[in-house]
């Protein structure tokens, strides 16, 4: 079965802390992981994708296949970072849905 | 356009009454996807095209569900016999090719009463 799991629905950071969000997953084939990002009344955007490996916002994940992870993590969180992530996959290099997880809500605190 | 616009972004209709829900896709992505967000929840897939055929509609929770996209650009999401359960908001996405990512668009929150 596909799946996206993200344990945490809400997790509260002081800023200036690292920033850690868990994404596990279950597919069969060669996913594609996806991490996507929500700020307050904004439409959902793209954050990161690992096949390119970028850092944005100051923000990597690496795919790890043994654990069928891909966390999300930032050294220092900023109060502007504060919004809903959610993790996604999709299957490579190939026209298909994307499957979300349920979505963590990050918070940061003063 | 420059991104995926979706109309209207909000749309109150009461029980049983039909809906449709319009996604205009940017110019020259050939794939198109909707979804459907319950509050506190993920994105839940309903159905994708390829062009102007729906590729995979697995996502379509009963045949109230129906979506076109006859000429593979503007895509409508159809809602028969409205239920308060369809209450969501309603996401359109877009990519150009399999190895690009996905636009989404700002969303219809439609609420049944």
């Known amino acids: 079965a596909q799946r996206v799991t993200q344990p945490e629905k809400l997790l509260s950071v002081f800023k200036g802390a690292p920033v850690e969000l868990k994404c596990n997953y279950s597919?069969?084939?060669?996913?594609?992981l996806f991490w996507y990002v929500q700020y307050s009344r904004q439409r959902l955007q793209l954050l990161l994708r690992h096949i390119s490996r970028e850092s944005i916002k100051g923000f990597t994940a690496d795919l790890n296949k043994g654990e069928t992870s891909f966390h999300l993590k930032k050294p220092f969180a900023q109060e502007e970072d504060s919004a809903m992530y959610y993790c996604?996959?999709?299957?490579?290099?190939?026209?298909?849905?994307?499957?979300f997880g349920k979505g963590t809500r990050l918070h940061i605190l003063p | 356009g420059a991104g995926v616009s979706q109309t209207p972004s909000n749309k109150v209709t009461e029980k049983g009454k039909y809906v449709e829900l319009r996604c205009d896709p940017i110019?020259?992505?050939?794939?198109l996807y909707w979804y459907r967000q319950s509050l506190g929840q993920g994105p839940e897939f309903l159905i994708y095209?390829?062009?102007?055929?729906?590729?995979?509609d697995s996502g379509l929770p009963n045949d109230r569900f129906f979506a076109v996209r006859p000429e593979g650009s503007v895509s409508t999401l159809k809602i028969q016999r409205t239920e308060r359960g369809d209450s969501a908001v309603y996401l359109c996405?877009?990519?150009?090719?399999?190895?690009?990512?996905?636009?989404f668009g700002s969303g219809t929150r439609l609420t049944v009463v």
């Open positions: 095209f390829q062009g102007t055929g729906a590729a995979d």
């Open positions: 110019s020259g992505h050939t794939a």
């Open positions: 996604a996959l999709s299957a490579q290099n190939r026209d298909d849905k994307i499957i």
């Open positions: 597919y069969s084939g060669s996913p594609e």
């Open positions: 996405a877009t990519r150009r090719g399999a190895r690009d990512g996905y636009t």
